[in-house]
């Protein structure tokens, strides 16, 4: 279930590029809502100069792992679909499993990430979280907790002023991949893409170092692709064949970012274009990421120009839903709709208006929207057809759903 991933993007368009032209013309109501714009692509790894300056006072000796990864529960394992949503709480960050048949949330851990946030990765069934932890300035670790047992341990070695970060599991569980470089005021040290087994031991180098480091996204459809970004501003949207060893690039030239993944080929849907500042979102293209060939579906050059700030395929690829802005429009409140696969507006999904993170399940298309000026966040179901969403979850704090898993 990992590929039900949303990427939320909201950067600020400076410029769009992309082959092909707009698949159709777009006839789109005007946006009702008035709540506060999508919000900023989510970063899982800090730039250098971030890094570099990382220089405030923190403990000097390694903390415990105890009292940095914390566990909320006893013992849990799902036993249907959750969302795994994160929820800040200062330089902290609490991870909380929300069902989407609409039972009560359950906060699962809380990670003192120390306002440096690495990444994190649930396995498929939820059993067990992989989490990269800073634990002095310029050094993390890769740490493992087993939910069923309560139990943590580290995964990987210290390496001093080594930052292993982005942690991602293998299709079936076994292996975690992760990113690890060193930073400093001169730049980046990259170390390459590793992958470990899941008790620590056999720890293989998969791509070889570069000068701009690595920030791992998640896997393919089908488990064979390693999905990962170049720390560089904005980044691009990179594809590691794990069998192969062959690498694949969207586009290097431009910023991008994989919003959702579907088995066949054309599969993925990517953000292009947007960075920083500025308007939210950018052009949406369609991406054969082993022939490497791609198309524009809907953007800066539709009729009427748009920018899209989120999209996701449904569960059987023959369609996506995705939310717009009209460039035209002073707001920045987006509208939802579905299309066919090639980009031709089907209709739109009443009930859905100001969504900013989209997901499609199998129960029907999960949403999030800002509820308030302070940053209030709901997390909503509604119907493709459109109609009365159902609240599953809501909270005072700013909430960001990282991935969907269970049986």
């Avoid at 709480?89 to 990430?113: M, W």
């Avoid at 306002?115 to 050094?139: C, E, H, K, N, Q």
């Avoid at 999209?311 to 939310?323: D, K, S």
């Amino acid at each position: 279930m990992r590929n039900a991933i949303v990427a939320v993007v909201a950067a600020l368009i400076t410029g769009c590029s992309s082959s092909g032209s707009p698949a159709a013309t777009f006839t789109l109501s005007s946006p009702t809502s008035t709540a506060a714009a999508t919000s900023a692509a989510r970063t899982v790894a800090p730039s250098a100069s971030a890094v570099a300056a990382s220089t405030s006072p923190m403990a000097t000796q390694s903390p415990t792992l105890e009292s940095l990864l914390l566990p909320l529960v006893a013992s849990w394992r799902p036993s249907e679909p959750v969302l795994l949503v994160e929820r800040p709480e200062g330089e902290d960050l609490t991870l909380i499993a929300v069902p989407v048949a609409g039972a009560p949330a359950k906060p699962l851990v809380t990670i003192h990430q120390q306002g440096f946030p690495l990444g994190y990765d649930l396995r498929d069934d939820g059993s067990m979280l992989a989490v990269a932890i800073p634990i002095v300035p310029g050094t993390s670790r890769i740490a493992v907790l087993d939910f069923a047992s309560g139990t943590r341990r580290w995964l990987t070695d210290e390496e001093p002023e080594v930052q292993q970060s982005t942690p991602v599991w293998s299709a079936d569980g076994a292996f975690l991949y992760y990113a690890a470089q060193s930073y400093a005021q001169t730049g980046i040290t990259d170390h390459g893409i590793f992958r470990i087994r899941r008790d620590g031991l056999e720890k293989t180098r998969v791509r070889a170092p570069e000068q701009n480091g690595a920030s791992l996204r998640g896997l393919t459809p089908d488990g064979r692709g390693l999905v990962w970004a170049r720390l560089r501003e904005g980044g691009a949207v990179e594809v590691l064949d794990l069998i192969s060893g062959q690498n694949r690039s969207f586009d290097e030239t431009t910023t991008a970012s994989v919003l959702s993944w579907r088995r066949g080929q054309p599969r993925a849907l990517v953000m292009v274009g947007g960075c920083c500042a500025g308007r939210p979102g950018g052009s949406l293209a369609l991406w054969d990421d082993v022939r490497g060939s791609s198309s524009t579906l809907m953007g800066v050059q539709s009729t009427p120009p748009l920018d899209v700030t989120a999209a996701a395929w449904e569960p059987g690829g023959l369609r996506f839903a995705a939310t717009i802005v009209l460039r035209t429009s002073s707001s920045l409140d987006g509208s939802m709709f579905v299309y066919d696969s090639t980009g031709r507006q089907l209709s739109a999904v009443a009930g859905a208006e100001r969504a900013q993170q989209v997901l499609w399940l199998l129960m029907g298309i999960v949403f999030t929207r800002v509820t308030s000026a302070s940053g209030s966040t709901e997390i909503l179901l509604v119907q493709p057809a459109g109609g009365l969403p159902v609240s599953l979850y809501r909270d005072a704090k700013h909430l960001f759903i990282h991935s969907v898993a269970g049986p």
